[in-house]
Antibody, heavy 118, light 107 residues
Framework: QVQLVESGGGVVQPGRSLRLSCAAS????????MHWVRQAPGKGLEWVAV????????HYADFVKGRFTISRDISKKTLYLQMHTLRPEDTAVYYC???????????WGLGTMVTVSS | DIQMTQSPSTLSASVGDRVTITCRAS??????LAWYQQKPGKAPKLLIY???SLQSGVPSGFSGSGSGTEFTLTISSLQPDDFATYYC?????????FGQGTKLEIK
C-alpha cells in the first residue's frame, strides 16, 4: 500500500546535527514532489521544505534556510532532511508528505520526534 | 509570506450539527487551498484540495468552497469521528503556510 515511514529522530544537543529519512513505498516516488512538515508539541503545523520530483528544485522555510537541506535518492525511494545547528525551537514531530498533482499533501508519514535539549 | 487565519480557533458542536470553519488568506491564493483533519497523536489527513475538490475516500459530508482570500470548510452533519483539529493550507506560493487550526469539540 501507499506508505511513508520516517526515521532518524531522537534527542540531540543544541548545535548538533541530525538526518531524518523517509522511506516511500506503493507509489512512483520519482514522479512527485515531497515535503517536510513539522509540529512542535501542542502547536500547529509548520511547513519546512520541498523538493521537486527530480530533485532539481528545492525551497525552504526562512527559519531553516542555511541549516537544513532536503534531498532524495530515487534509487532508494527515500527522502532526507539533513539538519545542522539545531536549536531548542526545532523540537517537533517531523512529517514527510507526498504532494499530489495539485500540490496538496495527500500522503503523510507517521512522523518522527526530534528533541533538541541539553 | 502569505498568512492564513482560521476562525474560530475552537468550535463546540453536537453530533448532527452543521458546522463551518473559515480560512482567510492575507493575499489572493486563487483556489490553491487544502483542508486537513488531524486527530491527537496522528498525522494530518487530506480532506479537500483545490478549495473544493473532495479527496478520494473522504465522506461526502465534507465540502469546501471559496476562492481568492476567503474559504470555508463545511461539515453537513457532524459524526462522532469528526471531532478533531482542522487546518487550512495555501499552496499558491512558497513558503507554503498553514492556518493556526480549529479544534472541533463535542458540546
Amino acid at each position: 500500500q501507499v506508505q511513508l515511514v520516517e526515521s532518524g529522530g531522537g534527542v540531540v544537543q543544541p548545535g548538533r546535527s541530525l538526518r531524518l529519512s523517509c522511506a516511500a513505498s506503493g507509489f512512483s516516488f520519482s514522479s512527485y514532489g515531497m515535503h517536510w512538515v513539522r509540529q512542535a508539541p501542542g502547536k500547529g503545523l509548520e511547513w519546512v521544505a520541498v523538493i521537486s520530483y527530480d530533485g532539481s528544485n528545492k525551497h525552504y522555510a526562512d527559519f531553516v534556510k542555511g541549516r537544513f537541506t532536503i534531498s532524495r535518492d530515487i534509487s532508494k525511494k527515500t527522502l532526507y532532511l539533513q539538519m545542522h545547528t539545531l536549536r531548542p525551537e526545532d523540537t517537533a514531530v517531523y512529517y514527510c508528505a507526498k504532494a499530489n498533482y495539485y500540490n496538496a499533501f495527500d500522503i503523510w508519514g507517521l512522523g518522527t520526534m526530534v528533541t533538541v535539549s541539553s | 509570506d502569505i498568512q492564513m487565519t482560521q476562525s474560530p480557533s475552537t468550535l463546540s458542536a453536537s453530533v448532527g450539527d452543521r458546522v463551518t470553519i473559515t480560512c482567510r488568506a492575507s493575499q489572493s491564493i486563487s483556489g490553491w487551498l487544502a483542508w486537513y483533519q488531524q486527530k491527537p497523536g496522528k498525522a494530518p489527513k487530506l480532506l479537500i484540495y483545490d478549495a473544493s475538490s473532495l479527496q478520494s475516500g473522504v465522506p461526502s459530508g465534507f465540502s469546501g468552497s471559496g476562492s481568492g482570500t476567503e474559504f470555508t470548510l463545511t461539515i453537513s452533519s457532524l459524526q462522532p469521528d469528526d471531532f478533531a483539529t482542522y487546518y487550512c493550507q495555501q499552496y499558491n506560493s512558497y513558503p507554503y503556510t498553514f492556518g493556526q487550526g480549529t479544534k472541533l469539540e463535542i458540546k
